[in-house]
């Protein structure tokens, strides 16, 4: 609790034990009035201070000015102990806001905590702890086991691994050791590390995600403008409303019925009135509600840029994704060694050694797949046939590897493969020696993602690639996706986004998933665009609304159900809380109401609506 | 220009009061309070010095809401 905090707890205590002691002493007139008057003022003489002030600067709508006219009405009214007590109630109202409040804050800046404080340089060999704001590219900076990475780098020695819960929501560490890159607020767990840095520090990662995190319920949703609003015209109807119920049901009673007009009991129910004009419960959650969604999103690994991005996801109907880099890893991997007479592990050495001199992915894989360090001085005469392939000799054999139209030009024949993918088709010594597979490979959770979104209501699921035709269809079919669009240009996939944007009803939302390399425009052409992976990506964090930290496709459907709890609990408070405050007021205008009921369905709405908005910062278990 | 202050005040109504003031202030083009982050964002027109406005903005800000600080 803060000093402001506890003051008022105090004050709460001292004027509560008054009040309740004053039930047990008798008296009558003045010495009555002067006593209550000890706690109520000891609970309400800041609020009555303000009421002064705000009069003074015409704010006449202002809660402070409207608690104060309910209970100094009370009072003259005779009333003293409700006076007292609707002003202890609502004190007790408003500490418990701000604890709640206050309590949520620093809950979700600590699990954003990866602001690093210092940056370890290396000076005379002695470590010295810098700010990193002050540290230039290309600096060695030190990373001891413990510490947290302040700015990106590339290793330059050492090697550890890394926690990365803090950015992805992935529990399994990363493991680094020289030349690897690294993102600055990952937590340094093993070894130590020196690295060089490649960012500044207000460039990187770390720096762009507090940023993003935040500013981000700056961008306001349509519920909490929404809620403004109706705060705006809230509390005047009412007030105006308590007006009319003071003067004019006595008028009529007077003038029109011959009745006694009965002011008072008329004047106490205006003064009801003014005790549930406070929106507070209403202002206080929905703003609360989409901090800690965004708090608890964001603790998953993923970063939503605004309360209005996440009223939008949980809209979403129609997901559309990219294929290479989001449904798969996109990187090419042998998947396969056939029709060979010789070993596989003969076959791909033969291959990884005759492409050892190309940097092309589809050599590199091979590389890759080959796994052993390659002698380059096994290699001669290699000669690129350009769209064709190469042929080099290996260990004093001619290997020729390359696709069909290389066999066809040696003149050598060739069998075909039934599976999709890049095929490298290998002869050595003018034979054939069979063919290699290389595809993307599609990721792990790929296909469970698209059956949890299914599952969690998404209506359409479209891939968009510039991939062929077959491959396409392979992995659409492979992952359940109902339509593909295939080789198509960068700028086709605007065009199919438009296309599905304009088919769809107003409603329902469409959410492109792209790794953020080519297809920005894509990303903000859509209702929501989402970056996947887009960790060090600049371009994708700038681009996407929502951005998720790491790859997994999982993390699609998740941040939707995130949403979705979200606008829920929103909802159900906006419902709740109107709710509560209207039967409060309809009770209150038929005398059925006291000021007692009102003061505890206002604070207590208030408490109920704040617990549930807490609700959202969980979602682990979604 | 956008320029983000870092603000205290206690009640979410509040803050909406200090956004509506800041944004009727002559040299604001939009303001934006988040009460969560407890941050004012300020978009300044043109021209306007920043400094001379948000010495207007404040005064605006504590005539809705006694209770209520920026710190420039």
């Known amino acids: 609790m803060t000093k402001k905090q506890k003051k008022v707890l105090v004050r709460i205590i001292i004027a509560a034990v008054l009040v309740i002691a004053l039930q047990f002493i008798s008296v009558k007139g003045y010495v009555r009035f002067g006593l209550y008057m000890i706690p109520y003022l000891v609970i309400g003489y800041d609020i009555l201070k303000k009421a002064g002030k705000g009069i003074l600067n015409r704010q006449i709508f ?6 104060a006219v309910a209970t100094i009405g009370a009072i003259a009214l005779g009333d003293y102990k409700e006076g ?6 609502y004190q007790i109202g408003e500490l418990f806001q701000s604890y709640a ?18 940056a370890n340089v290396e000076k005379d060999g002695e470590l010295e702890q810098v700010d990193p704001d002050e540290i230039e590219i290309g600096t060695v900076i030190v990373v001891q086991p413990g510490e947290k990475v302040p700015i990106d780098g590339v290793v330059v020695e050492g090697t550890s691994s890394l926690n990365t819960s803090a950015l992805t929501g992935e529990s399994v560490p990363r493991e680094v050791s020289v030349d690897d890159e690294i993102i600055s607020g990952c937590i340094n767990m093993t070894g130590l590390l020196k690295i060089r840095t490649t960012k500044e520090f207000g460039e990187s990662t770390v720096s762009k995600i507090l940023e993003l995190v935040e500013n981000a319920s700056s961008r306001k949703s349509r519920s909490e403008n ?21 003067i004019l049901p006595p008028i009529v009673r007077m003038a029109f019925m011959g009745l006694a007009p009965e002011w008072g009991d008329w004047v106490y129910r205006a003064l009801t009135f003014l005790v549930i004009s406070c929106p507070c419960a209403l202002v206080i959650s929905i703003p609360l509600s989409f901090f800690a969604g965004i708090g608890g999103a964001s603790r998953e690994g993923v970063l939503v840029k605004g309360s209005s991005f996440l009223e939008t996801l949980s809209q979403t109907k129609i997901v559309v994704f990219d294929k290479t880099g989001t449904m798969t890893k996109g990187v090419f991997e042998v998947n396969g060694i056939h029709h060979s007479p010789y070993k596989d592990e003969e076959l791909l050495e033969y291959a990884a050694l005759a492409e050892s001199y190309s940097t092309h992915p589809i050599s590199k894989s091979l590389q890759r797949a080959y796994g052993k360090p ?15 392939g190469l042929t080099a000799k290996v260990d004093g054999k001619v290997v020729a590897a390359g696709n069909a139209k290389l066999m066809k030009k040696l003149g050598i024949e060739y069998h075909d493969c039934s599976h999709v993918g890049t095929i490298v088709h290998v002869a050595i010594d003018g034979k054939y020696a069979g063919h290699i597979l290389i595809s993307d490979v599609i990721k792990e959770h790929a296909a469970e993602a698209i059956a949890a979104l299914k599952k969690s209501g998404i209506e359409k699921t479209v891939m968009l690639t510039g991939d062929a035709k077959n491959v396409a269809d392979h992995v659409a079919a492979q992952l359940g996706i109902d339509e593909v669009c295939s080789e198509l240009l960068p700028g086709d ?10 088919k769809k009803s107003e409603k329902d939302k469409l959410a492109f998933v792209g790794d953020g390399i080519n297809d920005a425009p894509v990303l903000s052409r859509a209702d929501i665009g989402i970056a996947m992976g887009a960790l060090g990506s600049d371009a994708a964090i700038e681009a996407a609304d929502i951005v998720l930290m790491d790859d997994d496709p999982l993390k699609i459907s998740k941040a939707i159900r995130i949403s979705r709890k979200c606008i829920r609990i929103v909802y159900e408070n906006i419902y709740f809380a109107i709710g509560i405050k209207v039967i409060c007021l309809v009770l209150g205008a038929l005398g059925i109401a006291n000021m007692w009921f009102a003061i505890f369905a206002d604070v207590g709405v208030m408490i109920l609506a704040v617990l549930n908005a807490i609700r959202t910062l969980f979602v682990k278990k979604l | 220009m956008k320029k983000t202050y870092k603000i205290d005040v206690d009640c979410a109504n509040c803050a909406n009061k200090m956004e509506d003031a800041a944004k009727n202030t002559a040299g604001v083009k939009d303001a934006t309070v988040n009460f969560m982050a407890l941050k004012m964002i300020v978009e300044f027109e043109e021209g306007a010095d920043a400094k001379a406005v948000m010495k207007d903005v404040l005064k605006n800000c504590k005539k809705v809401e006694d209770d209520c600080e920026i710190f420039l």
Do not use: Q, W
């Open chain 1, 493 to 502: 996939k605007v065009e199919k986004v438009e296309e599905l944007l304009t």
């Open chain 1, 374 to 388: 390659i002698d380059k001085n096994r290699v001669s005469d290699v000669e690129e046939i350009g769209g064709h």
């Open chain 1, 226 to 246: 929404f809620i403004s609003k109706f705060a705006k015209i809230y509390t005047p109807a009412v007030c105006y409303g308590a007006l009319a119920l003071a």
């Open chain 1, 62 to 67: 202002d809660e402070n000015f409207l608690m």
């Open chain 1, 101 to 118: 409040v206050g309590k949520s804050r620093r809950n979700i800046s600590d699990l954003m905590d990866i602001r690093p404080d210092y």
């Open chain 1, 84 to 89: 007292t007590a609707v002003m202890l109630f």
